[in-house]
């Protein structure tokens, strides 16, 4: 059905490696869902960190092995024991009857772990499930799809949806700690951003099978983490009503991918054109592509996109107010660059109609700070 | 941000260097300041890395944890770094003056850590040690639970607009100057300090790209870089468990050596740095009503010290219901003081007020200062009134109570109308307090002609709100923490709780 925009994405992506959405892309749709680039990048599944470094850009994204080691040690010791952990705090912390049945571990069928066998696999287990006959009480690696921008991407939570109570729970396992019953909310928002896009996969599965989703799916996402200063795992619902609805607003109002490609430029691709594993690309040639498509930059990007320090030194070489953030930028409704902001301060430049009252305002701030400037030059 | 803050911000984008957005530095910098820059493990739950410590650029202490996930070495740590702190806190409780509720030191302790990082870094800590015990099979040094909760005071002081007891560096920097970059990049030291003042030979472009390399400017922390994690620190702790478990001193040592001396190349830029910035921060004059607010942390400190003196329990994990809304109206209060004593003190912070029309300022136009009243009680009373013309986009409303920055601090108005008139705004306001009497006016008591003129609104005294004592609560609106487990038992607990592996 998607043949056409496949093809075009595979081109885009070149002779690269398929990339699956992970936590970041998933994070960055929600913090820029208007990017165009990132969209394609993501869509076509390119390798946005090795183009990034290519293009003279190298991200600074990188996980430090203790974080990895503890992570990984964590997730080990909930899952330990036939789940021993996690089935304790889902009943004595959170009070939920989870019944004694088994667990299915879905990270592959038979030896087959290709993603849309996987994800055939699940659904068919998951629906079952839900219609009371499932068998299990634990889905370990189920493989979801979502649809982002008119196109089928797959997930794999590296996580638990358990049925209790008769309804599924999205569980996230993570290594930060809940202290004294908080967590940082800067990391729980990030670790529900997953969720949430998992929680919206599983609702569309289970809507197609002709299933009440919200009432099959909870929006509470159950948060497992350390308690305290220890390694003993502690669980809390966090509420993700609002971060769903506005996630599945987001996807809803995201520009089709199809349209996207078909406004691109015929032949356009990011292959970086590897041999022997270098990437031998010129790479004004990729930093051509890029520019051909649009970024909608700002200062959240650095923490959710490989891109980050690319699009920024594309954004400063334009003198753009993106670089200062939606905070000072939403002052100069309607201007774009630093270069326009000055000129209509100081008058040089005639504002439109849409922009004269916040020229007003503009010329009145900057009539403040002459005044200032004139007063306190050289003090301090 | 305001219209003249964001504008700040692209002049400083557009000359690519940082400007001034105030006049003065409105936090009191100490003489002596105690710099402490936490190090912390990555993914661990506040496990300490290293720390270095010192009142004087010159006076550096390091202490590194060899084996964060070591119990035994986390706790030592805390000692050490105990030691140094409470010993640089006990030597502020010298000079006390005033007598019965009004003694209190002369002078109070300073804490500045990079970022607010630094000060979660110092809040976990606090945590980790205030509950411990000093007997028992999990006992830790005395000085630990000291540490602890002299370190929760000091983090719970911080929270407070306005207060100095705990800075982080980046904001006391970016409360004077703005930069041509986001506030996000700004929590940077390295970033920050590239705008403001560029090492000598370098522009601020190049300066800022080597803020973000991690080889050239280390991050300030708390967390390390991955890459120095994954290439230099994984092997070297690794190195010395090994010489650890096998019982080899000598490779021990040297392990021991090398960890000490790959963390300090990763934490001395960062100390130059601090004491780069505070030096820079030394030469903006610091704000009249600075002194005022200082001497509010100097009660808070004597206080704190006799409640320590007194071997006051440790602060509780969390606040009850009543504690939590006391505290809340507190730091709602204190954060409505310091705005306005910054507008009061400091004409930029005051033109950021103007320009969203909550202050304004400009030229008496016209002035009635004999005007008489019959109060309500039939007196006669002085109720003088001007008029000011102001480009200001006013947006305060009749009756607003109002003091100005530019009269005696006894002077009061009110605010009668506000009337545009030819693109200016004309505001007429009643002078309250400081006229004097029908009788006696008081020479100076109502703005004069032609003068400039600006005000403000009143941030007003208000009582303090009254909550009702914790016993009469109803029950809906205790805190889970407070039912179950009463006090006493928690910090039992506590004291007994794992922190970090055993091995
Ligand atoms: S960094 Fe660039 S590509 Fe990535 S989301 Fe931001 S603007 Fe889009």
Aim: aromatic share 6%.
């Amino acid at each position: 059905m998607n043949a056409p925009v496949d093809d075009r994405l595979t081109a885009l992506r070149g002779s690269a490696q398929r990339r699956a959405y992970n936590a970041r892309s998933l994070a960055a749709l929600e913090n820029n869902p208007r990017c165009t680039l990132r969209a394609l990048l993501d869509a076509s599944g390119s390798d946005k960190a090795a183009i990034a470094e290519h293009a003279g850009y190298p991200s600074a994204f990188g996980q430090s092995t203790f974080a990895l080691a503890r992570g990984n040690a964590f997730e080990a010791l909930v899952k330990a024991n036939g789940y021993a952990e996690l089935l304790r705090v889902l009943r004595e912390t959170l009070g939920l009857t989870v019944p004694e049945v088994g667990n299915r571990d879905l990270n592959d069928v038979g030896g087959d772990s290709r993603q849309e066998i996987r994800h055939t696999h699940t659904t068919r287990l998951l629906v079952k499930a839900a219609q009371g006959s499932g068998d299990s009480t634990l889905y370990d690696h189920p493989m979801l799809r979502l649809t982002v921008g008119g196109y089928a991407v797959f997930l794999e939570p590296d996580l638990v949806a358990f049925r209790a109570d008769d309804r599924f729970y999205i569980v996230e396992i993570k290594s930060f700690p809940i202290i004294d019953g908080q967590a940082d909310p800067v990391q729980v928002k990030s670790a529900t951003t997953q969720a949430c896009a998992y929680v919206i996969a599983l609702r569309d599965m289970l809507r197609q099978a002709g299933i009440d989703p919200e009432a099959a799916v909870s929006d509470q996402i159950v948060l497992v983490a350390p308690k305290d200063f220890t390694n003993r795992p502690t669980a809390a619902f966090v509420d993700a009503r609002k971060q769903v609805a506005a996630l599945t607003r987001q996807l809803a109002r995201l520009e089709r991918i199809k349209d996207l490609v078909e406004l691109l430029p015929e032949g356009l691709t990011f292959d970086l054109a590897p041999d022997g594993g270098q990437a031998q690309r010129p790479v004004e040639e990729l930093t051509d592509a890029l520019d051909q498509v649009d970024a909608t930059y700002r200062p959240d990007c650095l923490n959710h996109c490989e891109m980050a320090f690319y699009c920024r030194a594309r954004a400063r070489e334009d003198a753009s107010l993106d670089i200062l953030g939606p905070e000072a930028r939403e002052q100069f409704g309607g201007v774009d660059t630093a270069t326009m902001v000055m000129g209509l301060a100081r008058g040089e430049l005639t504002p439109t109609a849409d922009q004269s009252e916040m020229a007003i305002a503009l010329r009145h701030a900057a009539r403040l700070r002459a005044e200032l400037d004139q007063a306190y030059r050289g003090a301090a | 941000m305001s219209m003249v803050s964001a504008l700040a911000r692209v002049q400083a984008m557009e000359s690519m260097t940082a400007v001034k957005v105030t006049a003065f530095r409105h936090r009191r910098l100490s003489d002596r300041p105690l710099v402490v820059i936490p190090l912390t493990m990555a993914g661990e739950a506040g496990a300490p890395l290293a720390a270095m410590v010192g009142s004087s650029k010159r006076n550096a202490t390091l202490l590194v944890v060899a084996q964060p996930r070591n119990r035994d070495q986390r706790f030592a740590f805390a000692a050490d770094l105990g030691e140094l702190v409470t010993e640089y806190l006990n030597s502020f409780r010298q000079d006390r003056r005033g007598e019965g509720e009004k003694s209190r030191y002369s002078d109070a302790p300073q804490l500045l850590v990079p970022n607010t990082g630094g000060i979660k870094a110092l809040a976990d800590l606090a945590r980790m040690c205030r509950f411990r015990s000093t007997t028992g099979p999990y006992a830790v040094a005395d000085v630990v639970p000291e540490f602890g909760m002299w370190l929760t005071f000091l983090v719970e002081r911080a929270e407070q607009a306005g207060t100095c007891l705990l800075l982080p560096v980046t904001g006391m920097l970016t409360e004077h100057w703005a930069t041509g970059q986001s506030t996000l990049e700004d929590q940077n030291l390295a970033s920050l300090m590239a705008w403001i003042s560029p090492p000598p030979g370098t522009d601020v472009a190049q300066a800022m790209a080597d803020a973000e390399s991690p080889d050239i400017c280390p991050p300030a922390g708390p967390t390390t870089s991955p890459q120095f994690d994954n290439r230099d620190l994984a092997p070297a702790i690794k190195r010395f468990d090994a010489a650890h478990t096998a019982g080899d001193t000598v490779a021990l040592a040297a392990a021991q050596a090398e960890l000490r001396e790959l963390i300090a190349e990763q934490i001395q830029p960062t100390w130059r740095l601090m004491w780069d910035a505070i030096s820079l921060l030394r030469s903006v004059p610091e704000a009249p009503r600075a002194a005022a607010r200082f001497g509010r942390d100097c009660a808070a400190f004597t206080s704190y010290s006799d409640y320590r003196d007194g071997g006051g329990l440790p602060q509780r994990k969390r606040d009850t219901a009543i504690g939590a809304a006391r505290r809340l109206d507190r730091l709602e209060q204190a954060l409505v003081d310091f705005e306005s004593d910054m507008a009061f003190d400091d004409p930029f912070v005051l033109a950021d007020r103007r320009s969203v029309g909550e202050a304004f300022a400009g030229t008496v136009v016209d002035a009635d200062p004999g005007r008489v009243v019959l109060s309500d009680s039939n007196r006669r009373v002085l109720r003088p009134r001007v008029t000011i013309r102001t480009d200001d986009p006013v947006r305060l409303a009749a009756g607003t109570k109002l003091v100005s920055p530019h009269m005696p601090d006894s002077h009061k108005a009110r605010i009668v109308s506000v009337l545009p008139e030819g693109g200016t705004m004309l505001v007429t306001v009643e002078v309250t307090g400081g006229m004097g009497t029908p009788r006696t006016p008081k020479a100076d008591g109502v703005p004069a002609l032609d003068r400039h003129i600006a005000y403000l609104p009143d941030p007003g005294w208000r009582p303090a709100a009254e909550f009702p004592a914790s016993d009469s609560t109803p029950w809906t609106h205790h805190s889970p923490a407070q039912v179950p487990d009463a006090d006493a038992t928690e910090s039992e607990n506590a004291a007994a709780e794992g922190w970090g592996h055993d091995d």
